[in-house]
């Protein structure tokens, strides 16, 4: 048995003589009886595979389970898994318990496990994440799974009694397909809760002769302001370089820019605010500078 990558039930190893009990404690176990070889690097995607190994299938994978087997990013890893549909009533630390029936049409089938669609993984962690957290998920889920703003809201629309409610439209109105990074939604969240219009996001650039520039994160057309999320990646001197002309010719083309970075939002978030307030009052936008 090849148990160095995918959650795995010890009874039934041991039972079937895939390993001994001395073996077993060689594993890092997750949940009760559920185990994972020590140098797997466990992430939301495997924590999601154990918790249906801990279930034996009796039930529905919901919440980041189902999102992360949906392909989505941005997850911590060390989050509780989520379960759905099923006769367990008292689940062990690190999952939760959906105590809601799942209609059939609402869940998909991905490598033999059951699990919520990605409407239904969006609605239900719309509405019991904090908010933040919330639409980071949700922009994370359109970004994997090519859910739309448009299907979600029809999906809200269908269930206006549930629970929660109310906070899933607000996610909603502040979510963003074209959200491609954690951080470009904290940005974008930041700069909306400062009282500042909402930016277009993913917009393509060009020259006056119609030459493409580049994507940008963020950025108002209208003002020629970007705002742009500077990643780690951008120390690479390759990816430096690249960013420096596209930079130098983004300017030359009449835009400002502003590079954010993560201690920027974490620590000087007002400062940066001041100065996307403050270009944008000088470009004309209907704020003002403070």
Same mark, same amino acid.
């Given at each position: 048995?090849?148990t160095? =990558?995918? !959650?795995f039930? *010890?009874?039934?190893?041991?039972?079937?003589g895939?390993l001994?009990r001395?073996?077993?404690? +060689?594993?890092?176990?997750?949940y &009760?009886?559920t185990?994972?070889?020590?140098?797997?690097?466990?992430d #939301?995607?495997?924590? #999601?595979?154990?918790? @249906?190994?801990w279930?034996r299938?009796r =039930?529905?994978?919901?919440?980041?389970?189902?999102a992360?087997?949906? =392909?989505?990013?941005?997850?911590d890893?060390?989050?509780p898994?989520?379960?759905a549909?099923?006769?367990?009533r008292s689940? !062990?630390?690190?999952?939760?318990?959906?105590r809601?029936? %799942?209609?059939d049409?609402e869940?998909? +089938?991905?490598?033999?496990?059951?699990?919520?669609?990605?409407a239904r993984?969006?609605?239900?962690?719309?509405r019991?994440? !904090?908010?933040?957290?919330?639409?980071?998920?949700?922009?994370a889920?359109?970004?994997a799974t090519g859910?739309?703003?448009?299907?979600l809201?029809?999906?809200?629309?269908?269930?206006?009694?549930a629970?929660? %409610?109310?906070?899933?439209?607000?996610? %909603?109105? /502040?979510?963003d397909?074209g #959200?491609e990074?954690?951080?470009e939604?904290?940005?974008?969240?930041?700069?909306?809760?400062?009282?500042l &219009?909402?930016p277009?996001?993913?917009?393509q650039?060009?020259d006056a $002769?119609?030459?493409?520039?580049?994507?940008v994160?963020?950025?108002w057309?209208?003002?020629r302001?970007?705002?742009?999320?500077?990643?780690d +990646? +951008?120390f $690479?001197?390759?990816?430096?370089?690249?960013?420096?002309?596209?930079?130098?010719?983004?300017?030359?083309? *009449? @835009?400002r820019v502003i590079r954010?970075?993560?201690?920027? /939002?974490?620590?000087g978030?007002?400062?940066?605010l001041r100065?996307?307030?403050?270009? /944008?009052?000088?470009?004309?936008?209907?704020?003002? #500078?403070?």
């Amino acid at each position: 048995m090849d148990t160095s =990558g995918e !959650p795995f039930s *010890g009874a039934r190893a041991v039972a079937d003589g895939r390993l001994c009990r001395y073996r077993l404690r +060689h594993h890092r176990r997750l949940y &009760p009886d559920t185990y994972v070889s020590r140098d797997v690097d466990v992430d #939301a995607s495997v924590r #999601a595979r154990a918790v @249906w190994i801990w279930c034996r299938g009796r =039930g529905v994978l919901a919440g980041r389970s189902a999102a992360a087997l949906l =392909g989505t990013k941005w997850i911590d890893p060390s989050a509780p898994g989520a379960l759905a549909w099923t006769p367990h009533r008292s689940p !062990p630390p690190g999952i939760e318990l959906y105590r809601e029936r %799942i209609p059939d049409d609402e869940c998909v +089938h991905s490598a033999g496990r059951r699990l919520t669609t990605a409407a239904r993984t969006a609605f239900d962690l719309g509405r019991r994440l !904090p908010l933040d957290e919330a639409v980071e998920m949700v922009d994370a889920l359109y970004q994997a799974t090519g859910l739309t703003r448009a299907a979600l809201t029809a999906f809200t629309a269908a269930h206006s009694r549930a629970r929660g %409610i109310v906070q899933l439209r607000q996610v %909603i109105t /502040l979510s963003d397909e074209g #959200a491609e990074s954690l951080w470009e939604t904290r940005t974008r969240l930041a700069i909306v809760r400062d009282g500042l &219009p909402r930016p277009e996001s993913q917009v393509q650039v060009r020259d006056a $002769d119609g030459r493409w520039i580049g994507r940008v994160d963020l950025c108002w057309e209208k003002w020629r302001v970007i705002v742009e999320y500077d990643g780690d +990646h +951008h120390f $690479d001197p390759e990816q430096r370089n690249r960013d420096v002309e596209r930079w130098n010719a983004l300017e030359a083309a *009449g @835009w400002r820019v502003i590079r954010v970075k993560a201690r920027q /939002l974490m620590r000087g978030r007002a400062t940066l605010l001041r100065q996307i307030r403050a270009v /944008l009052a000088e470009a004309g936008a209907p704020v003002t #500078a403070r």
